[in-house]
C-alpha cells in the first residue's frame, strides 16, 4: 500500500509548481483563503455523522495477519479524511491462537501513531477457539494519516523463550474491521484543497465520484470528461476508481460539474465568465457537501478549464480561478509513464522508493518491498535475465549461523546470502564505521530470471536474523537490523519491447498498447453516435483505469463518436457500446475474430481453417476443431471483449468492449476494475457471461515492437515446426547438391588425368 505522508507535506506541495508540463497562466478571482476552517463548527442542520468500516485488505493485509515470537508486530494504514473528524474508533478482530502461553503474561497491544491506545489480555479459556475481539480505541489518537501496531507480547516460560516456538502464534483473520465513526468538517470553499475531498489520499476506499455533464455533449465536452476521469484514476492509483453520470448535482455527495454556460452559477455569485473557469462551491442548507466547477463558454473553453486543473492544478486558491493560458508541453516519450519503471536504463532503487524507511528492516520487520511496474512487452524469450546490482549492511552476527537474506521476486526465490560476521570480511565487505562496530556493508551482482518478471511485480528481500544464546535458553537480537542500500540498481534495458498481438492480458493490466504514450497521443476512444449514460460512464471509468495504469491524465486521448474510419486515422483505438450501437463494425475489413449481436454469435475460423492454424502454428490453446465455428441464436445477455489488427495502421490495435445488451455491455466493461476478472481476461476474445469469463486465442496475430534478425529466425522455427523440417530437408538439399558437384568434378578431372 502506498505510504502516509503528514497533512504538512500535502499542504506545501499543493502550492508546488509540476515538472511534468510546461505553466499555465491563472487569474485568481478571490483572495486564497485557509485551507480549513480550524474554527469552524457543524451548523445545526449538519447530520448526525456516519460510519465507515475498514476491511484488513483496505489497511494493507489482505491474507490477514499472523503475528509470532519472530514476527511479533504488524502496521496497519488507515487514515482520516479532510473533511471529517473520529468520534468513535473501534478495531474488530478475529483470531485464534494456541494454548500452552502464560495467559496472565500474554496481550496483544495495540498503538496508534506509536502510542499506546489499548491491551487486549490472551484469555486461557479462548485459547484454540476462533473468536472475535472488540477493542476500543481513543477517537482523539487519529490523524490524517494514523498508522495501527498490533504487537504480540507473549510467553510460555518465566526462566526462557525461543522466539521460533509455535506456541507463540496468534492468527489474525482478513474479515478483521477497523470501524470509524465520524462527524463531517465544513472546509472552506478553496481550490487549494484539491483533489480534496473529491478525491482524498487519506481514505483508503474506492474512489466513487459523481460527474454532472453538459446537458448537450459533444466529442471535445466528451474529451474535457474523460481526461478530468484519467486525472482523479491517476490520483486514486491502487484505490482505483469509478464514475456516475448525473445530470444535476448529488446534495449528499461531494460531485464535479462540467458546463457550457455563461454566467457562475447563483451560489457563486453568478457574474458572467471571463473565459475558461474553475471554481469551489457548496449550498448555504449543506456547507460541508462540495461542488468543483469547471465551466466555459463553449466546448473549447470548457476543454480548456480541464486543462488548467489537471497540468497545473497544484497552483489553484481561492473559490474562483479562471485559465488564461495553457501548455500541454512535448508529446511524451514511449514508455515514460510514471508508474512504468524505466527500461532504458538502470534504475537506482531509491527512485523505486515510496518513503523514506521501505528498505529498512529490523526483527519484527524482516521484509523489505518494492513494487516493480513494467510495460507488459518486455520480451524476456532465450534465456535473456535481469542484472541487479545489490548493496545491503547488516548486523553482523556474533559467529557463522544461519542469518540469511533471501532475493525474492513474485514470491520466487532468486538468491540467497549468508550474512557474514564481523570476523569474516570477505573481498566485497566492507565496514563502515560510521554506522557503528557491528555494522557490515556488502555488494554483489546477479541476475533475475526473466521468464519470473512480469507486468506488475513485487521485488523483496527478506533478512532472516538467527537467534544466539546458549543450549538452554536462545535470546533474539532486538537490536539487529538490515537495509538495501538506494543506490542498488536493477536494468530491464537488455530486454526488447515485442510482443504477440492482440493480447488482452497485457490491456487488463496496464492499458496495453494504448498505455505506451501516457499522454494516450496514439490512442482513440470511439463512442456511438449519440451515446447514452452507460456508454459514457463506461468511458469515464476506462478513462481512469488509464490515469490508474500510467499515473498521468490523457491529455492527448482522441475522442471519436460514430464511425472511425476517416477520423481514427494510425492510432490504437477502443470501441465502447452495445453491439447494435457499432453498425460500422459489419464491415468486412475489420476482420473480427468474433461478431455479435443480439441473437447471432459468430466465434472463430472455419473448421479446416482452424485445423491448418493448429498444425502450423504448434497452438495448443486453440478451441477443438469442431468448436472454432459457431453461430448460436440467443436472446441471453453476453459481454465480450475483443482484440484484433486495425484495419486502418499496420501493427495498431483494435478493442472493442461490447454486449448484446446493456447488462452484458456494463458486466464487460466492470471486469477490469475487479482484480479477480482481470486474471481471467486473456488472448484475443474474453466472454462475459454473468459471473463467468471465458477467453480464446482465435483469429489472426500480429506483432509490437522490434527484436534483431537473428532472434526473429529462432523464434519463428520455435512456433512453425513445419519451418524445421522443410528448413532441414532443404539444407539436407542443399548439402547433397554441393555433395555431388565436387565428386563429379573430381571424377571428371580423374577421368581427364587418366
Not at 526462557?160 to 506456541?167: A, E, G, V
Not at 514508455?335 to 519484527?364: G, H, I, K, N
Not at 490508474?548 to 457500446?577: E, F
Not at 455479435?596 to 475460423?605: A, M, P
Request: aromatic share 8%.
Amino acid at each position: 500500500m502506498r505510504p502516509l505522508l503528514p497533512i504538512a507535506l500535502f499542504t506545501v506541495t499543493a502550492f508546488a509548481v509540476s515538472a511534468q508540463a510546461q505553466p499555465v497562466t491563472l487569474q485568481p478571482a478571490a483572495t486564497a483563503t485557509a485551507v480549513i476552517n480550524a474554527a469552524a463548527t457543524l451548523p445545526p442542520t449538519a447530520p448526525a455523522g456516519s460510519e465507515r468500516t475498514l476491511t484488513l485488505a483496505n489497511m494493507g493485509q489482505p491474507g490477514g495477519i499472523k503475528l509470532t515470537g519472530v514476527n511479533k508486530s504488524i502496521e496497519l494504514n488507515s487514515g482520516v479524511r479532510l473533511d471529517e473528524l473520529v468520534k468513535r474508533a473501534s478495531l474488530n478482530l478475529k483470531m485464534m491462537y494456541p494454548s500452552g502461553m502464560r495467559h496472565d503474561q500474554s496481550f496483544i497491544r495495540v498503538y496508534v501513531n506509536n502510542q499506546l491506545a489499548a491491551i487486549s489480555p490472551l484469555t486461557e479459556s479462548k485459547a484454540g477457539v476462533l473468536h472475535a475481539t472488540r477493542i476500543d480505541l481513543d477517537p482523539t489518537l487519529f490523524t490524517d494519516f494514523s498508522g495501527i501496531r498490533i504487537e504480540l507480547d507473549a510467553t510460555y516460560d518465566t526462566t526462557c523463550r525461543d522466539p521460533n516456538n509455535p506456541t507463540l502464534r496468534v492468527d489474525i483473520r482478513p474479515d478483521s474491521t477497523l470501524t470509524l465513526a465520524t462527524d463531517p468538517l465544513t472546509l472552506v470553499d478553496d481550490l487549494a484543497v484539491l483533489p480534496a475531498p473529491f478525491f482524498d489520499p487519506r481514505d483508503n476506499r474506492k474512489l466513487s465520484l459523481p460527474l454532472v455533464l453538459p446537458s448537450t455533449i459533444d466529442a471535445n465536452s466528451l474529451k474535457a470528461a474523460g481526461i478530468l476521469a484519467s486525472w482523479m484514476g491517476a490520483q486514486a492509483f491502487y484505490r482505483q476508481a469509478e464514475f456516475e453520470v448525473l445530470t444535476a448535482p448529488d446534495d449528499s455527495r461531494h460531485s464535479v460539474i462540467l458546463n457550457v454556460t455563461d454566467r457562475l452559477p447563483e451560489s457563486l455569485g453568478g457574474q458572467a465568465l471571463q473565459g475558461p473557469t474553475l471554481a469551489m462551491g457548496s449550498t448555504a442548507e449543506k456547507p460541508w457537501v462540495k461542488q468543483l466547477y469547471v465551466l466555459g463558454r463553449t466546448d473549447d473553453e470548457l476543454l480548456q478549464a480541464v486543462y488548467g486543473l489537471v497540468v497545473e492544478g497544484q497552483v489553484l486558491s481561492g473559490k474562483v480561478a479562471v485559465v488564461k493560458q495553457v501548455n500541454l508541453g512535448a508529446p511524451r516519450r514511449a514508455y515514460d509513464a510514471p508508474r512504468y519503471v524505466a527500461t532504458d536504463r538502470p534504475v537506482r532503487f531509491a527512485e523505486l522508493m515510496d518513503y523514506p524507511t521501505q528498505l529498512e528492516a529490523s526483527v519484527e520487520n524482516p521484509k523489505v518491498r518494492l513494487n516493480l511496474r513494467l510495460p507488459p512487452d518486455l520480451f524476456s524469450w532465450a534465456g535473456r535475465n535481469v542484472p541487479m546490482a545489490l548493496k545491503y549492511r547488516y548486523t553482523a552476527p556474533s559467529k557463522w549461523n544461519d542469518s540469511l537474506l533471501n532475493v525474492e521476486i513474485n514470491n520466487a526465490l532468486v538468491q540467497s546470502f549468508r550474512l557474514a560476521p564481523r570476523s569474516e570480511q570477505g573481498q566485497n565487505r566492507l565496514n563502515i564505521d560510521l554506522l557503528g562496530q557491528a555494522e557490515l556493508a556488502s555488494e554483489t551482482a546477479f541476475q533475475i530470471p526473466a521468464f519470473r518478471v512480469g507486468g506488475n511485480n513485487e521485488l523483496s528481500f527478506g533478512f532472516g536474523f538467527m537467534p544466539e544464546g546458549g543450549s538452554a535458553c536462545v535470546t533474539q537480537n532486538q537490536t539487529a537490523r538490515g537495509a538495501i542500500d538506494p543506490e542498488s540498481t536493477v536494468d530491464f534495458s537488455e530486454l526488447p519491447h515485442y510482443t504477440k498481438m492482440p493480447n488482452l492480458t497485457a490491456f487488463a493490466n496496464g492499458g496495453y498498447p494504448f498505455s505506451i504514450f501516457a499522454d494516450l497521443s496514439d490512442s482513440a476512444v470511439v463512442l456511438p453516435q449519440q451515446p447514452n449514460s452507460a456508454e459514457i460512464r463506461a468511458y469515464l471509468n476506462l478513462m481512469g483505469l488509464f490515469g490508474q495504469w500510467t499515473g498521468l491524465p490523457a491529455n492527448r486521448v482522441a475522442v471519436i463518436t460514430g464511425d472511425p474510419k476517416v477520423s481514427v486515422g494510425t492510432k490504437h483505438w477502443i470501441a465502447l457500446g452495445r453491439s447494435d450501437r457499432l453498425p460500422w463494425l459489419a464491415a468486412q475489413q475489420m476482420s473480427l475474430p468474433m461478431v455479435l449481436s443480439d441473437t447471432e454469435r459468430s466465434l472463430g475460423l472455419s473448421p479446416v481453417l482452424g485445423w491448418f492454424d493448429r498444425i502450423w502454428s504448434n497452438r495448443e490453446d486453440m478451441p477443438p476443431s469442431e468448436q472454432t465455428r459457431a453461430l448460436i441464436q440467443s436472446g441471453g445477455s453476453l459481454g465480450a471483449i475483443v482484440g484484433f489488427e486495425s484495419p486502418w495502421g499496420s501493427q495498431k490495435t483494435g478493442l472493442v468492449i461490447t454486449g448484446t445488451d446493456e447488462t452484458g455491455f456494463e458486466r464487460a466493461v466492470s471486469a477490469f476494475g475487479n482484480y479477480t476478472d482481470i486474471a481471467k481476461v486473456r488472448g484475443s476474445v474474453t466472454l462475459v457471461r454473468g459471473e463467468e469469463l471465458q477467453a480464446y486465442h482465435i483469429g489472426k496475430t500480429f506483432v509490437s515492437g522490434n527484436l534483431p534478425w537473428w532472434l526473429r529466425i529462432r523464434i519463428a522455427f520455435s512456433e512453425h515446426p513445419v519451418l524445421i523440417a522443410l528448413g532441414g530437408a532443404l539444407a539436407g538439399m542443399a548439402l547433397a547438391l554441393i555433395a555431388y558437384g565436387w565428386l563429379s568434378r573430381r571424377a571428371s578431372r580423374r577421368i581427364k588425368g587418366g
